[in-house]
């Protein structure tokens, strides 16, 4: 069967016809970090342990929104937590206690959401979701 050649004005017209990209605005943009999660070594003496991450993809005006959760809260319940953001290039806290939940600014940035805690208590391992 021979093939047929479609008119590139025909493909336009059909591109039009679908239903637009719907991109998010720069006030309720988000970051594209579904299924997200990590876990930390928090260790003892009050210093960040090593950092666990995975990559984001960010909008103009967008932030990260990270919730975590010390995994043993029972035995130490003295866990701080810290995320990077890469739009202004510095370290915040999220809070301190057994779980806690925070957004830090992502903006228009693809780069690895980094997660490090701590502990003033025995240490404990943290798991953490961003969703």
Request: glycine share 10%; net charge negative; hydrophobic share 45%.
């Amino acid at each position: 069967m021979p093939s047929r050649r479609i008119p590139l004005a025909w493909l336009a017209v059909a591109a039009a016809t679908v239903a637009p990209l719907a991109l998010p605005s720069p006030a309720t943009a988000a970051p594209a970090a579904v299924g997200c999660a990590g876990q930390v070594y928090a260790p003892p003496g009050g210093i960040y342990g090593p950092e666990s991450s995975c990559a984001v993809i960010g909008a103009p005006g967008a932030t990260a929104d990270i919730s975590w959760e010390s995994a043993d809260s029972d035995t130490d319940p003295a866990v701080c937590v810290q995320a990077f953001s890469p739009q202004d290039n510095k370290w915040h806290l999220l809070g301190c206690g057994t779980s806690g939940r925070a957004a830090i600014p992502w903006g228009d940035n693809v780069a690895s959401l980094r997660i490090r805690a701590g502990s003033a208590g025995t240490g404990t391992f943290v798991n953490w979701t961003s969703p």
